[in-house]
């Protein structure tokens, strides 16, 4: 199968609706894992390959360096998700997702704050980098 910009935004959906069906069932207010897990079980109840807390390892000049970086999922190993629960993102958050992306090159990853009373509204934010736009269209 071709990756195009086309699946990779249409799977992006479908992981967003997901992510708002834990939600909508577990509300604002619990722990990282909590969500983590119950994201891991919706995701699975759709179909969906994940991993959780997979490893990243960086190349720095030509040397793979074991890092305790861990990302909070990779769903259909292409979209990086990084889940939170705070009051307010901030751009470290985003620059994390980002660095996540590009050690794994990845195209696309969301961030999803569990915090919020509307994670679709006020919850959710998606990221692509140059992996996405060399993908073809459809």
Known sequence: MIITKKYVNDL????????????????????ESGYEAAFIKELALRGFK?????RILIDYKGEIL??????????EDLIVCELKVVKALLPVHEA??????KHLQRPKGILFNFYVQSLYHEGTKTFVNEYFTELPEA
């Open 96 to 101: 994390t997702l980002m660095s996540y992306m």
């Open 50 to 54: 994940s991993a959780r807390q997979q």
């Open 66 to 75: 074991d890092t305790e970086l861990r990302l909070d999922v990779l769903v």
């Open 12 to 31: 992006t959906y479908k992981i967003v609706g997901a992510a708002i069906e834990v939600h909508k069932i577990l509300g604002p207010g619990l722990l």
